[in-house]
């Protein structure tokens, strides 16, 4: 009897619908993943000194939390983030906003010096004043009425023994405060754009610099020579023709660079010292005058502010110590911002003190 053997072979077969199962699911999945990768924000980093174009390596003692290459809108968005230029842009934009509301405040007093005069009078509390002595005070305190059936206002002048001076220097110096302010907060928070927009921006940050220092000089000349109108005109034409030629120079793209930093503070603060020559001369004009020293201490705390500034600036204390500990807060260029508001302040205060003493005296010899 033969025994016939049996050989079992087992054949297996590829899983081809498996497969095609599993390569279709994939592809879903990976489609899926792309159409959301669209849809999710980009984010951009914030990246550290030795990743930087050339261009932007300005202060190697900052390390960290630079933006490079970002879109406006990401820029714009970056104010209420942290990197390095947070600080250097909130310090200018609130003394933007600060010296904006100054020069409204301004604009407006008249008009409320004028409605407190119209109260005071109308309703005065002493018992004497009947209904007609009032209506008649308040018209008499009013500075413009209007004649409702013909729309037309007639001026009644006040009684007032306070001259008017003209007030174009001052808003001259609170124009110039504001365009330099605005020009830096909006220069740090978009130099992170582009080359071409990097260097327009801070061409124009050093603009708004000597725009500021100009202007500051225009009340000052304008009220302490009031009555010597050559001496106003021979000082004025003098700072403007500084800054003209200062304001060339930085528009080079040479001059821009850091290489340059401390010619830049060089021509600043050259032009900061030539109000020396009109203070010291403004001195000896007004000798007697009571609010000399009052006036002389705010222009010597402005003095002191920019010039403390500008050192921080040229030097880079205290990051140059540290380098990598004050990224965020604390460097350089942040104290610089902070001593320039604190400086144009002082200018303000100065220049209040000289317009209360024009607007009172005149050229008049003070008693």
Known sequence: MNSTTHTKCVVKRKPKET????????????????????????????????????????????????????????????????????????????GFLLFLGLTLANLMKPRVVDLLQLLTRSFSSNAEKNVSHNIKDLLLGTTVLFDLNNEMPLTVELQSTALVIARWPFFVFLGGSMFCLFSSSMCHLFCCHSHNLNMFLWRLDYVGIVVMIITSFFPQIY???????????????????????????????????????????????????????????????????PRRNITLAYESGMALSYLTGTLFYVTRIPERWKPGWFDLAGHSHQIFHALVVVGALSHYAATLQMLEWRDSFGCDTLP
């Open 223 to 289: 009220y302490v020579f009031l009555c010597e109108p050559h001496w106003q005109i021979m000082y004025l034409a003098g700072i403007t023709a500084m800054g003209v030629f200062t304001i060339a120079t930085m528009l080079s793209p040479t001059l821009s660079t850091s290489k340059y930093r401390s010619f830049r503070a060089m021509l600043f603060c050259s032009m900061g010292l030539f109000g020396i020559v009109p203070a010291i001369h403004a001195c000896f004009v007004n000798w007697t005058n």
């Open 19 to 94: 497969d095609e199962t599993f390569s279709f699911t994939q592809s879903k999945q990976t489609m899926k993943k792309n159409l959301c990768d669209r849809h999710r924000p980009k984010r951009y980093p914030l990246l550290s000194f030795w990743e930087l174009p050339d261009y932007m390596k300005d202060n190697e003692y900052i390390l960290r939390y630079y933006r490079v290459n970002w879109p406006f809108k990401q820029a714009l968005f970056s104010l209420f983030r942290w990197h390095n230029e947070t600080i250097n842009v909130w310090t200018h934009f609130i």
